[in-house]
């Protein structure tokens, strides 16, 4: 028994000196993320994991600056477009294109390729049409009435109604998106396929893709952009959806970069000697209600339900400051948000007693529907156990059912079921267009993710208005309008927006998270 | 033999069919709906109807069924609803990884085994063989995912020797030594339950096998040690010991689900358990397909040479 | 006649207390005092499991107040590990004693009814082709989360192996001559299966039970520890080691301590069923 155990200590001692980090010879980064991301094809992308990935192999006309953190959403840059001119009526875009780019596969980006690439996505006569991309960018498309070729390096979109977004749209990913690929490389496989052999015209080239344990990416040396062409040579993605094992990866070297570790543990690894980058992110957790049920048609009761959220101290003790309280549907990072608005805020005695008036004075039992979610978020659940604490405060007792990711998304498409009370779930991006997803009756199960049976055609009208608006101010008079509509109403309640969170090694400089879903890697170096 | 090897081959057939079976039935019941996931935000009525035609999932379950069961005798195991790419290649090499991990916990339980079962029965009721029964008995009544947890806080945070995560290091890719290192606490925590219960049965075997006469009778001739025991002892236990490791396939399997997921091990545990909460249908019944077909066979296998054993036995 | 053949089953289960291996005592007051832990939770634990001072998270053990620390939520996990104890004995026993329930008539049927109970056998067979835990993963899933559901599959699992059992020990007794002569004198079946068959029947169940309940309990808290089993914020120990992992650098003793508590009750389980099983086979030594 003695010597055996001997054995083995030796052998592990062995295996462990072996595992010692040799000199590399090319400079390499690897990142530990949330989870696997879904298909890599830029028209179909799904997930912000999947963004974070695509991002840095595909450019569309314009993109984003991802420098610099701060709550505004990022400004829009040239990109495959040099420059642009939008028409008096605010209807025709002109951009004319960046000359001298190729794709990775060798290809030249001109006016042709943008054309080829709109048809895969909206024109049903194409070959290369694919419904899935078709599907998935509606919230761009529906605004365009036609594009076209002008020459070899102008690109020219005409809309069916003024937009005010609309540049940032066409830099924006995550949901599909309008970034480009080579034709040549989409037509040589079948749409579904494409996924597994991304060709862009990026900062980073794709390499290889294992499932489960790697997607490997090396820098494109040839790209367009010196100020982004990335200092280092291959880029890692490491899926490993277990936080700690991510923190441990990162503690051992085995990792360079951890996507999201616990509030709990910042402060460890950072007396560690590991650097901790913080940024905000464009979204906003919000609590929907069901207004089918008895009690959430009330809205003493759903303002009662706001004020018995202590926001405040969610922000500050569970979360250890990685979140800041929100109390309005415009995420923060997106149009129109207020940093100072608040609305229902922390009232524990006035809810108690916007209670006792609905008639609800000896309590209520209510049943929370949650997620741990798919990524970018290691606390969810506690948030819950945190607001059934606040709750109980107040007098009413909440149940909370979890629910995996899956199943959670196909019962918001379904609607709540009567028994549930209400669900929270983050969302937002740098523009808009979720709230047409989520408050518009168009959007009513199973059409959408209007999940608590919200109806006002005020808000419907607003909503359009908002998108189809000529200037952003216009634009934002009209979100200020929904969003104290529904402060009013408090039929959706707000709670609060997380921070982004990343641990890097003391080797990583230059890693920004700037208020969007996915970080610039093109800017990071390591020593 | 020959027979015998071929009927048994024949009987597997209708028990994997039954198995496909039942888990597409129960992948038809599964709540929620992988079109969902995929659509996002541009999930409507019309987009997800369009979504699940593509995807053929609005064909009757027994057409659905069919055409599964037809393409997978061909080895094709159709294409990830959520990747987009061919489950037969994802599964392959989850599966490998997994039987990697599998392959060093059997490795553990039957070296471990076949030194601490004959050590304890040859000292029995003296302080090895206490010491062996406690230990074992101990091992016996651990869940997986907390030695596993309790080995990381020993071995990877006090003692920072060995890696938590993964299979290999992409900083410094570094072969076998590499793996070996990525192995060694995953494979220590899926073989405890069966290091411990394979040590119980050959250690009673053995007590068992030392007081037959014939092993006796060899001890009267002067036969001591070692040589009584792996002379005499071992050939009588041998089908026993087999048999129990066959068993132990189960086992492996069960706590390799959860060694797989605290020690990130890219295998077709992970896998399934993923592709069970993303409604991945094809990768789901890849993976089931790939997990039942390793357990059958591994039975198979075990069934096989123990009857080997018996046939060559003098 | 049909009484002097009939091994004295009272008499063996009088004989079997005494014979019971010391062990098995260690495992029954292991056993007896995470029952009495769970009866009583409410006035043992020192805190309301679900009460949260959210200044103190993540203290560690010996914490002034806090013998075993706080979580990550700041609650105190000595409250929460024997509050704990009741989700466990639920999830251990009950799914155990259910399917027995289903699996005895079933066994029973199974070995005197010849097709039928082959049919029934190779059904079984199949559900012995896949292993336990991914079968329970796959199950658990479909259903759903929460305790009910948790048991239904627990049931669903465990029921290939505890028909099997029931079969077995049916079919051996099918040909035995106390058997054959009841029926020789007339006796109805069913008189037959309830009065010289179902008692060895149980006690084999019985016995099985006993020495799988810990398997059990591992597995239902490993679904819980996977996020498929009790839904927080209920205390229970396979749900707080998950939710514990998380923070295991810096403050182990969330994961490890309730981790710990599975450990000893499944240890209590195993020496219990061991012993029983000794005592009541007293030709296999182990």
């Known amino acids: 028994m003695k010597p055996i155990f001997k054995a083995l200590t030796l052998a592990a001692a062995l295996a462990a000196s072996t595992a010692l980090p040799a000199l590399a010879q090319d400079k390499t980064i690897v990142m530990g993320i949330e989870g696997e991301p879904l298909a890599l094809d830029p028209h179909t992308q799904a997930l912000w994991l999947t963004a974070r990935v695509v991002s840095n192999m595909y450019e569309g006309l314009v993109m984003q600056d991802l420098t610099k953190p701060g709550t505004k959403a990022p400004d829009v840059v ?29 290809e030249p980006w001109n006016a042709a390729a943008a054309v080829f690439n709109f048809d895969r996505i909206m024109n049903r006569e194409a070959p290369q049409f694919y419904e899935k991309a078709f599907q998935q960018n509606t919230w761009w498309r529906q605004d365009v009435a036609s594009y076209r070729a002008v020459d070899d390096m102008t690109f020219e979109i005409v809309l069916n109604t003024t937009n005010a977004e609309f540049l940032l749209r066409m830099g924006q990913g995550g949901i599909g998106s309008t970034w480009m690929a080579s034709p040549k490389a989409l037509a040589a496989v079948p749409n579904d396929d494409f996924a597994t052999t991304p060709v862009g015209t990026g900062p980073f080239k794709f390499v290889e893709r294992v499932f489960g344990e790697k997607i490997e990416l090396a820098a494109n040396k040839d790209y367009w952009n010196p100020a982004r062409t990335p200092q280092y040579d291959r880029l890692i993605y490491r899926p490993m959806v277990d936080v ?14 951890a996507a999201t570790p616990t509030p709990d543990n910042t402060d460890y690894l950072e007396s560690q000697g590991f650097k901790i980058v913080t940024g905000q992110l464009p979204t906003v957790y919000v609590i929907w209600l069901n207004l089918r049920e008895e009690a959430m048609k009330d809205a003493r009761v759903r303002k009662a339900i706001s004020m018995a959220l202590d926001r405040e101290g969610l922000a500050e003790d569970l979360r250890l400051g990685q979140a800041i309280p929100a109390y309005g549907i415009l995420n923060v990072g997106g149009p129109g948000y207020d940093e100072g608005y608040t609305c229902n805020g922390y009232d524990p005695e006035g809810a108690r007693a916007l209670l006792a008036e609905a008639g609800y004075a000896d309590g209520l039992e209510i049943k929370m529907i949650w997620t741990p979610g798919g990524a970018g978020d290691v606390n969810m659940v506690a948030d819950a156990e945190w607001f059934q604490r606040n709750l109980a405060e107040v007098g009413i007792t909440a149940s909370i059912e979890v629910m995996d990711i899956g199943s959670f998304f196909t019962m918001m498409n379904q609607g709540m079921q009567p028994g549930s009370s209400l669900l929270e779930i983050s969302w937002g991006e740098n523009t808009f267009n979720w709230l047409d997803a989520v408050l518009a009756t168009s959007a009513l199960p199973p059409n959408g993710y209007n999940s608590g049976y919200y109806e006002n055609p005020v808000v419907d009208d607003l909503l359009v208005k908002a998108r189809t608006s000529a200037t952003k101010e216009e634009m934002v008079g009209n979100l200020h309008e929904i969003r104290d509509i529904i402060c009013e109403e408090a039929t959706f309640i707000p709670t609060h927006s997380p921070l982004g969170v990343v641990a890097t090694s003391a080797a990583i400089g230059n890693f920004v998270l700037a208020p969007q879903h996915w970080p610039d890697m093109a800017i990071v170096t390591k020593d | 033999m020959t027979k015998y090897i071929l009927m048994r081959s024949f009987q597997v057939l209708p028990v994997l069919l039954g198995v496909t079976f039942l888990v597409f039935l129960s992948l038809y019941l599964l709540p929620g709906d992988v079109t969902l996931n995929l659509l996002g935000l541009a999930a409507n009525e019309d987009s997800i109807a369009r979504l699940r035609a593509e995807l053929g ?20 195991l159709g294409v990830s609803h959520v990747m987009r790419t061919p489950v037969t290649a994802v599964v392959l090499e989850k599966t490998g990884n997994s039987l990697i991990l599998m392959g060093a916990g059997l490795a553990i339980t039957v070296v471990g085994a076949a030194l601490l079962g004959p050590l304890s029965a040859v000292r029995k009721d003296r302080a090895t063989d206490h010491t062996v029964k406690t230990l074992t008995f101990l091992l016996a009544s651990m869940p997986a995912y907390w030695l596993g947890l309790v080995l990381i806080v020993a071995f990877s945070i006090t003692l920072p020797w060995l890696p ?21 606490l995953p494979a220590l925590t899926t073989a405890a339950t069966s290091l411990a219960i394979v040590t119980r049965v050959t250690r009673a075997a053995m007590v068992e096998a030392l007081a037959r006469s014939h092993v006796t009778a060899a001890r009267s001739r002067g036969v001591r040690g070692f040589r009584l025991l792996y002379g005499h002892g071992v050939r009588a236990i041998l089908p026993t010991f087999v048999n129990i490791c066959g068993l132990q396939i189960g086992y492996l399997f069960g706590s390799s689900i959860f060694t797989e997921v605290i020690f990130s091990w890219p295998g077709i545990g992970q896998q399934l358990y993923t592709s069970i909460i993303a409604r991945d249908g094809p ?12 357990f059958v066979l591994g039975n198979l296998l075990a069934d096989i040479l123990i009857r080997w054993l018996d046939v060559h036995r003098d | ?9 009272a008499a063996r289960f009088g004989h079997f207390a005494r014979a019971l291996p010391p062990q098995a005592w260690v495992g029954g007051a292991l056993v007896g005092s995470f029952v009495l832990m769970a009866i009583f939770a409410d006035h043992i634990a020192p805190f309301d499991p679900n009460a949260s001072n959210i200044k103190l998270r993540l203290k560690p053990p010996g914490t002034e107040g806090h013998w075993l620390g706080i979580d990550t939520q700041g609650r105190d996990v000595l409250s929460r590990t024997i509050h704990g104890a009741r989700a466990s004995l639920i999830t251990g026993t009950m799914p155990v004693a259910i399917s027995a329930a289903i699996a005895v008539p079933l066994g029973l049927a199974a070995a005197w009814f010849d097709r039928a109970g082959a049919l029934v056998m190779r059904m079984m067979d199949v559900l012995f082709a896949f292993p336990m835990v991914l079968l329970a993963i796959l199950l658990a899933a479909i259903l759903g989360p929460g305790l009910p559901n948790l048991i239904i599959a627990m049931v669903l699992v465990l029921l290939p192996f505890n028909t099997r059992v029931a079969y077995t020990e049916a079919l051996s007794h099918r040909e035995a001559p106390w058997v054959e002569a009841a029926r020789a004198l007339g006796t109805p079946v069913p008189r037959i299966l309830l009065r010289e068959v179902l008692p060895h029947v149980l006690a084999a169940t019985i016995v099985y039970s006993m020495t799988i309940i810990g398997t059990i309990i591992i597995t239902a808290a490993g679904l819980s520890f996977l996020g498929l089993g009790i839904q927080p914020p209920t205390p229970d120990w396979g749900l707080m080691t998950g939710e514990g992992r998380t923070v295991l650098n810096r403050a182990p003793h969330v994961a490890t301590v309730p981790g ?7 240890t209590g389980f195993n020496l219990l069923g061991d012993g029983l099983r000794d005592a009541l086979n007293p030709g296999r030594q182990r």
């Open chain 1, 244 to 257: 700690s094992s991510r923190e441990q990866a990162l503690e051992t070297g085995a990792i360079d970069i």
């Open chain 2, 283 to 294: 990768m789901v019944q890849g993976c089931v397909l790939a997990v039942a077909l390793v």
């Open chain 2, 164 to 184: 938590a995560s993964g299979m290999y290091d992409f900083i410094t890719p570094g072969g076998l030594p590499d793996l070996t290192a990525h192995l060694f």
């Open chain 2, 57 to 76: 999932l609005d064909r009757p379950f027994s057409v659905q069924f069919g055409i599964w069961l037809g393409r997978a005798l061909q080895g094709d």
């Open chain 3, 260 to 266: 710990a508590a599975i450990f000893l009750l499944v």
């Open chain 1, 78 to 106: 040239p990109a495959l477009a040099e420059s642009w001119t939008i028409s008096d009526d605010g209807l025709t875009y002109t951009f004319k294109l960046r000359g001298g780019v190729t794709f990775h596969d060798g």
């Open chain 3, 1 to 9: 006649m049909t009484e002097a053949l009939r091994p004295p089953l």
